[in-house]
């Protein structure tokens, strides 16, 4: 069964950093891009970063590039996404989610993991 | 590439269709020559799941009274006859481009 699992989320001050981390299971990590998908308080769904099965791709939102950095280890199955100089804006459930296509990118994104809940607040 | 749902909900009696309407600012033609518009369903207090990928392809196990059409800029998604089970917010994606965009979501409710 493929499965996905975020940790990392918590109660952080504006400014400060956290670091999001996915472990994946029951697929080969390696052929398959990931993305993060987060979705604010009562709020529709907004593509953060996204990253191919290589790395030779990678992508970010506007709203968080500069700030975020994404990033893989496959010898961990592990997904990761390290965000500095949080704002309020960033307040979210964080989603890691995989590629449907082994081998591709973008064809579309499932499954989806339960989420990690950041809030950034003083 | 900005994404617009119509309705922004939809109240429907069980057994009836709906139809979730999604536009695109710009075409969603890929240089590959696929589009890459996808649906998704969102149940309460669930994460969202893949129903429709490629405008019309439906994803493994979703039920057959799912169906996408469209092409371009303007997509549907349209459930035959409506069940308890598809209460949710529904969404359309779109990944030809990054960076990759979602509509602003249709709640689908029972009558």
């Known amino acids: 069964e493929v499965q996905l699992v975020e940790s990392g989320g918590g109660l952080v001050q504006p400014g400060r950093s956290l670091r999001l981390s996915c472990a994946a299971s029951g697929f080969t990590f390696d052929d398959y891009g990931m993305h993060w998908v987060r979705q604010a308080p009562g709020k529709g769904l907004e593509w953060v970063s996204g990253?191919?099965?290589?790395?030779?791709?990678?992508g970010y939102a506007d709203s968080v590039r500069g700030r975020f950095t994404i990033s893989r280890d496959s010898a961990k199955n592990s997904l990761y996404l390290q965000m500095n100089s949080l704002r309020a804006e960033d307040t979210a459930l964080y989603y890691c989610?995989?590629?449907?296509?082994?081998?591709?990118?973008?064809?579309?994104?499932?499954?989806w993991g339960q989420g990690t809940l950041v809030t950034v607040s003083s | 590439i900005v994404m617009t749902q119509t309705p922004l909900s939809s109240l429907v009696t069980l057994g009836q269709p709906a139809s979730i309407s999604c536009r695109s600012s710009q075409s969603l033609v890929h240089s590959d020559g696929n589009t890459y518009l996808s649906w998704l369903q969102q149940r309460p207090g669930q994460p969202p799941r893949l129903l429709i990928y490629?405008?019309?392809n439906r994803f493994s196990g979703v039920p057959d009274r799912f169906s996408g059409s469209g092409a371009g800029t303007d997509f549907t998604l349209k459930i035959s006859r409506v069940e308890a089970e598809d209460v949710g917010v529904y969404y359309c994606m779109q990944s030809s481009q990054l960076p990759l965009t979602f509509g602003g979501g249709t709640k689908v409710e029972i009558k």
């Open positions: 490629r405008i019309s």
């Open positions: 990253i191919s099965w290589n790395s030779r791709i990678i």
């Open positions: 989610v995989r590629d449907v296509t082994n081998g591709g990118w973008c064809t579309a994104l499932d499954p």
